[in-house]
Each structure stands twice: as structure tokens, then as C-alpha cells.
């Protein structure tokens, strides 16, 4: 395009009908997953495989019913993942059963079945999990499998995301992920592998976030090279990202 675009990522309206139930309609983040698209949400700068694979966000409708503060339930209409116009209008289902049985423990299993941006019927299922151990210490989990176009490719990856806070300025985290692609191209599976390590050291609203991060690539799925161009299965990088929450 010649011209400048703006891309919307959230555009939604939500109504609480009672303490129990409530409703949200327009262009919302995804409910799949454990990162998200903003980094102010992410204790990592950098997505993890899962995150990248998507989807990103959905269309459409959905409702939430909190049987109790410790289970709740939501279902939803949407349109095609991660797309602005309705082209293929109503065409996905998902739904989200949270719970959580002790304090500081939750969980999310979420599903979505339908149309993605390529026109292929995909269902995905996800778990989300966090659990504060004691006040230092944080324990994260995403696990996902999709199946697309009749199960002949798609993906299956999980993510461990454990996370030590020194003080209430100063953390470290570590994301370990294990990705697998199913049926890549047609051909057989392919995986790849990630390290990462995080720092997060907060000043008012601002969070600084020295990271390095190693992948491993051994099906050369990735497009890693040396200097030279040459194709190789690993790769790493350190990064300083400054994040302003306000």
C-alpha cells in the first residue's frame, strides 16, 4: 500500500447484566493464550512460538456466566480469526471454562473452532495456567494443539514460565518452549526450541527488560543464518526493551 493504515487491536463494548453474567461484542484480543499482544502484559519482551502462531484476535460476540468466584464459563460467536471485515461473516464457535481451585492458582481451557485467515477450518485447544506459589515465586503454563485444513497440518507446542521476584522492583524470568509443526508444507513435522531469560526491573511506570534469548532450529524451519547467509539451527540475541505502563 502507498498510503498510511491504522490497525485497531481492541474495539469492543462490554455490559455486566449482573453480578454473574455479562456480555462483549466488536474486535477483541484473543482469549487463547498465555501472552498477549501488548508488551505492558508480557513479563518476556519477545512472543513465544505459541503466541506467534496466533490467533490474535476475534469478531463477534460472547457471553460469560461466573458460577462462583472460583469457576466461570464463556461462549462465543466470531467471525474468521484475525480479520477486520466479515467476509465470511459468523463462521467460528469457542468457548472458555476458567477455574480455580486454591488462592493464586487459575486455569483456562479454551477452545475455537472455524474459519482462520486462510480459509481453513482449524480447531484449537488451549491450556493457560498461572499459579502464585508463595509471593515470590510465579509458575506459568501455556500448552496448545491446533489441526487445520481435515488435520493435515497445524501445530503443537508448550511453554514453562517460571518467574522469581527479589523484590517488588526487581524479577527474573525464564520461558523454556517446545514447538512442533505438524505437516509443514505438506512434508513431515518439523520442531524448534527457545530459551529465555527476562529481567524485569520497574520504575513507576516504566519496566526495563534486559533479555537474552537461544532457538534451536534443527529442521531448518526458521530461516536462521550465520554472517555469511549460510543456513543454521541456532540462533541467539540479547535485547534492552524500556516498556511505559499508563
Not at 34 to 62: C, D, H, M, R
Not at 130 to 155: E, R
Not at 169 to 189: H, M, Q, T, W
Not at 220 to 229: A, H, I
Request: charged share 15%; hydrophobic share 40%; aromatic share 16%.
Amino acid at each position: 500500500e502507498t498510503e498510511n493504515s491504522f490497525h485497531i487491536q481492541n474495539l469492543y463494548v462490554n455490559y455486566a447484566f449482573s453480578d454473574k453474567f455479562s456480555m462483549a461484542a466488536g474486535y477483541m484480543g484473543t482469549f487463547v493464550g498465555y501472552e498477549v499482544i501488548s508488551p505492558v502484559g508480557n513479563f518476556n519482551y519477545s512472543t513465544s512460538y505459541l503466541f506467534g502462531a496466533g490467533p490474535f484476535q476475534n469478531a463477534g460476540i460472547k457471553g460469560t456466566y461466573a458460577f462462583s468466584d472460583k469457576v466461570s464459563l464463556m461462549v462465543g460467536l466470531f467471525n474468521e480469526w484475525n480479520q477486520y471485515s466479515a467476509s465470511r461473516g459468523v463462521s467460528s464457535v469457542g468457548g472458555q471454562l476458567m477455574v480455580s481451585p486454591v488462592k493464586g492458582w487459575t486455569a483456562y481451557i479454551n477452545g475455537l473452532h472455524g474459519l482462520d485467515a486462510y480459509g481453513n477450518y482449524s480447531t484449537i485447544v488451549d491450556l493457560t495456567t498461572s499459579y502464585q506459589i508463595t509471593d515470590k515465586f510465579k509458575l506459568g503454563l501455556n500448552a496448545a494443539d491446533l489441526s487445520a485444513g481435515d488435520d493435515k497440518f497445524g501445530y503443537t507446542g508448550v511453554a514453562l514460565y517460571p518467574q522469581y521476584a527479589f523484590t517488588p522492583a526487581v524479577a527474573l524470568g525464564l520461558r523454556a518452549e517446545y514447538f512442533n509443526y505438524k505437516g509443514v508444507s505438506g512434508g513431515p513435522d518439523a520442531s524448534v526450541g527457545a530459551i529465555t531469560l527476562s529481567g524485569n526491573i520497574k520504575a513507576g511506570g516504566l519496566t526495563f527488560i534486559p533479555e537474552v534469548r537461544f532457538d534451536n532450529d534443527k529442521d531448518l524451519t526458521q530461516g536462521f543464518v550465520k554472517s555469511n547467509l549460510t543456513p543454521t539451527k541456532s540462533a541467539s540475541q540479547f535485547s534492552l526493551a524500556a516498556v511505559y505502563a499508563f
